[in-house]
């Protein structure tokens, strides 16, 4: 059983007593209970939530042998964020491209998981 799943159960249990609490500091000490557990499932599911690293590249390199003197070719990755979540990733993103002209070789901002990026 996992960490959140016990969690889960104790606040399940702590949310029975609360409902038949037959005295206002059972009430009250059950309360507190159940929020503490909510608070740790909370917890639990931020530090253990996907982050994305945000990062600018072009997506063309030079070449003048080429049609419109570019190639197929991704450059180098510039970090812009790390560690965030998902909506702010798209957040940074969506400022980053509206803000910046992408030129001639196309450089985007966009973002990955962060276990990609180590």
């Not at 037959?22 to 599911?45: H, K, N, T």
């Not at 982050?51 to 072009?58: E, L, Q």
């Not at 049609?67 to 980053?96: F, S």
Request: one cysteine or more.
């Amino acid at each position: 059983m996992t960490t959140k799943q016990q969690l889960q159960q104790q606040l399940t249990y702590a949310q029975e007593q609360l409902m038949i609490a037959d005295s206002m500091e059972a009430q009250v000490r059950w309360g507190i209970r159940c929020d503490q557990l909510e608070a740790g499932i909370e917890d639990l599911d931020f530090t253990t939530a996907q982050t994305f690293n945000v990062f600018h590249r072009t997506w063309w390199k030079k070449n003048p042998d080429w049609p419109d003197g570019r190639e197929p070719g991704m450059g180098r990755k510039t970090y812009l964020a790390h560690r965030v979540t998902e909506e702010e990733a798209r957040a940074i993103c969506e400022e980053w491209n509206a803000t910046h002209d992408p030129g001639h070789l196309s450089r985007m901002a966009e973002y990955e998981n962060q276990e990609a990026g180590q």
